[in-house]
């Protein structure tokens, strides 16, 4: 705003703007009235705390235009500290925006309505208000600056404290009520599950390019110069760098997620992957890289009794594919190109020389890693028609419950010295029908007759044998949609003796037989 370029009379511009000065009061309440009525910001907080530093602000730019000046320092000053007085408020910058803009509009018409009384003309009146357009200009960039400095102080604090929540709840030193209390400020649910992720920049992926990749509503902190955090599921990423995740799991499990998630990270480091790693899909990688010695162990119990050369490798891709088939035999048969039939000699030949029974391996991982087992009601049906089909006299009754690639295994009730093999569901189906039929010769081994019960044992339905309150023998049902996929008879005394331990520790449901 500069005086000689826009000429005027000064003692009537003087007089006009100091006529509008003297009545600032009003002034600065009708334009604070209008913001709270329309602005929710405004609404939100009241007229009296706005109406104060509204009245400053109108009475400086007011001595501004009154003396023909550029505002000075402490005009500056002020303009600054009525947009941080704003941001501190919680005022948006827009809302100050919009009541700028009302103020400037009663300003102008104070102006337009108190010209005729001190004789100024429209020359005059033009020239002030080009030079207040300018002067608002001018406060406008202090006030946003101002306003923009709070919230970018905010951000900091915010994200700071963000950031040492995550920290927090991937190390697991926070306390699960204040865990819970803090997570619902960040927006997370506690009924939901949340996955964990550790990656690491590097000279060509900045951590800034990472943050940005993993989303706004992942949670994101830094640990030992590696960028880790929580998010809601497992994003589809195109990186250039190992981007690893923990299990999803409910929030107070965050710190075990995390703990896996980095085992996750420094598999994929060990193995050059650059992608994305998922801890659920490396199986025994994560332990072996990290524990050299457990890979050594190992090799050396399942893999050294196969030998050495071809025989040993196919056996080893059986198993393989075999395993990421869910140990499903056709499965396996289509992919080897073989017939099912090959497929189950080469898995009973590799359990013979490991004393490994997938199935039970499988069992166990499921019973204890995942929480999924069944409970007493739903495996006594399973048990009862199983006892009921291998009573009925009719191989294909039982059939009927198999998988079409069950298999079977026993230790030929106590009297044999290796474990028996039945690869295919006919041959499981005679055997354990031959098994369970009652004989005067079965009893007099047992003592007397045994009562028939249904269980669980190894988190599957079981079918338990008892006399006088022990376990005489037990035959485990593994099952996949609904059906048998695995049985396996038990009468090893060291194990039937753990297991009646067990068994007279517990309470039973009536028996499905009460005398065999």
């Not at 499921?366 to 929480?371: D, I, T, V, Y």
Request: charged share 20%; with cysteine; net charge negative.
């Amino acid at each position: 705003m500069t005086a000689s370029a826009r000429p005027s009379d000064p003692v009537t511009r003087r007089l006009l703007v100091e006529r509008v000065r003297a009545d600032c009061d009003r002034l600065a309440g009708a334009t604070v009235r209008e913001a709270v009525d329309s602005i929710p910001d405004y609404t939100e907080i009241g007229t009296g705390d706005v109406l104060p530093a509204t009245r400053d602000l109108f009475d400086r730019l007011l001595a501004a235009l009154s003396n023909s000046r550029e505002p000075g320092p402490a005009d500056l000053s002020t303009f600054t500290a009525y947009g941080e007085l704003r941001a501190q408020q919680h005022i948006s910058l827009e809302s100050v925006m919009r009541a700028w803009r009302m103020a400037q509009r009663h300003l102008l018409d104070e102006f337009s309505l108190a010209a005729p009384t001190v004789g100024a003309d429209d020359h005059l009146l033009l020239g002030l208000t080009l030079d207040t357009l300018d002067l608002f200009d001018t406060a406008i960039v202090m006030l946003s600056a101002g306003h923009r400095g709070v919230e970018l102080r905010r951000t900091g604090r915010d994200g700071q404290q963000r950031a040492d929540f995550t920290r927090a709840a991937l190390t697991g030193t926070l306390h699960l009520t204040e865990l819970h209390q803090r997570a619902e400020h960040y927006g997370l649910d506690p009924k939901q599950g949340y996955r964990t992720f550790r990656t690491r920049p590097t000279a060509s992926v900045s951590a800034a390019e990472l943050e940005t990749l993993l989303g706004p509503t992942a949670l994101v902190t830094v640990i030992d110069g590696d960028l880790a955090g929580i998010r809601h599921g497992r994003p589809d990423l195109d990186a250039a760098v190992p981007i690893a995740f923990g299990p999803a799991v409910p929030l107070a499990q965050l710190a075990d997620s995390f703990r896996l998630a980095t085992r996750a990270l420094a598999t994929a480091l060990a193995l050059g992957h650059n992608d994305v790693q998922d801890f659920d899909d490396l199986g025994l990688l994560p332990g072996v890289i990290t524990d050299p010695g457990l890979g050594t162990a190992l090799a050396r119990r399942y893999l050294t009794p196969l030998g050495h050369g071809e025989a040993a490798n196919v056996l080893i891709d059986t198993v393989e594919i075999y395993l990421d088939s869910g140990l499903r035999i056709d499965t396996t048969a289509q992919r080897l190109f073989v017939h099912p039939n090959t497929v189950r000699y080469r898995i009973g030949r590799f359990e013979d020389l490991t004393a490994c029974d997938l199935h039970r391996a499988r069992r166990r991982i499921s019973a204890s890693g995942n929480g999924t087992a069944v409970d007493h009601a739903t495996a006594r049906p399973m048990v009862q028609a199983f006892v009921d089909a291998a009573s009925s006299g009719r191989t294909e009754q039982l059939v009927a419950l198999l998988t079409d690639d069950a298999t079977g295994v026993s230790d030929g009730a106590g009297l044999a010295g290796q474990l028996i093999r039945y690869l295919f569901p006919e041959q499981i189906a005679r055997a354990f029908r031959a098994g369970l039929k009652p004989t005067p010769a079965k009893r007099r081994l047992a003592g007397g007759s045994p009562a028939i019960h249904a269980g669980v044992v190894n988190g599957c339905p079981a079918m338990l044998a008892t006399l006088d309150n022990r376990v005489l023998g037990v035959v485990i049902l593994a099952l996949r949609d609904d059906r048998i996929a695995s049985v396996h008879g038990i009468a090893n005394a060291a194990r039937l003796a753990r297991l009646t331990e067990q068994w007279q520790l517990q309470e039973h449901d009536s028996p499905l037989i009460e005398s065999w």
